[in-house]
């Protein structure tokens, strides 16, 4: 009997296997180009996320301070009214790491509180020098005593603050058999450390996480009744 019409069966039937786990395999990239949305992660929060709420919860804290905070400075001559701001870092409480979007972040809302006129940041590079200094971690700032202890230490290299600025980061999760919805929460916190006055803004997005097309499937019809 011949047999090599079978062979020939069982030699496409293994490339065409091997040619779809190439496929599942396969790995691509592109530039994204200024008009192109930002990809939005299917595990946890990235670039779709974190930008407009950075956006939204700056241009809120900027248009309050303006109005609430007194705009006489303490470290700059009489007459402007630029107040200057040490900014003391991103703390994460949501349940998903930031991975290297803590770095992001910083640099996000430092850039765009230092375009405001009224304010001007402390370098990041001065601020993380004299947290090693006196050996303070950024949440304990809110105490007076580490507050002049950072206020001295900066100081003495000429960089003196009006404000300390607190960044954090939350998350709430609500679980539908296996799919589920997280609210992301980024608030800032400007802390006037002369008298102890704060401001606080803050800015949330909702993110549906599906675990399957079915899932989501089912979210857009229950959704639109």
């Given at each position: ?15 065409g ?106 370098s ?71 008298t ?30």
């Amino acid at each position: 009997m011949d047999t090599r019409p079978d062979a020939w069966i069982v030699l496409l039937a293994v490339l065409g296997m091997s040619g779809l786990i190439g496929c599942r395999n396969y790995q691509h990239a592109q530039i994204l180009s200024a008009t192109d949305k930002d990809m939005v992660g299917s595990h946890q929060a990235g670039a779709a996320t974190w930008k407009p709420l950075i956006d939204e919860a700056v241009v809120r804290l900027l248009a309050r301070s303006v109005d609430s905070v007194e705009t006489v400075s303490y470290t700059t001559p009489v007459g402007l009214s630029v107040r200057t701001v040490c900014f003391a870092g991103v703390e994460n409480r949501s349940s998903e790491p930031l991975g290297d979007f803590r770095e992001q972040i910083y640099e996000h809302i430092d850039s765009l509180v230092g375009q405001s006129p009224h304010f001007q940041m402390v370098s990041r590079r001065y601020v993380e020098a004299a947290m090693k200094e006196i050996r303070c971690r950024p949440d304990a700032l809110i105490l007076p005593a580490n507050q002049r202890q950072l206020q001295a230490s900066l100081e003495r290299v000429d960089q003196p603050f009006d404000y300390l600025l607190f960044a954090q980061v939350t998350s709430g999760t609500t679980d539908i058999n296996g799919d589920y919805q997280r609210d992301y929460l980024l608030t800032l916190e400007l802390l006037d450390v002369h008298t102890g006055v704060a401001i606080k803004e803050s800015a949330q997005l909702r993110k549906g996480y599906h675990k399957s097309y079915l899932g989501r499937l089912r979210y857009e019809l229950t959704s639109r009744r």
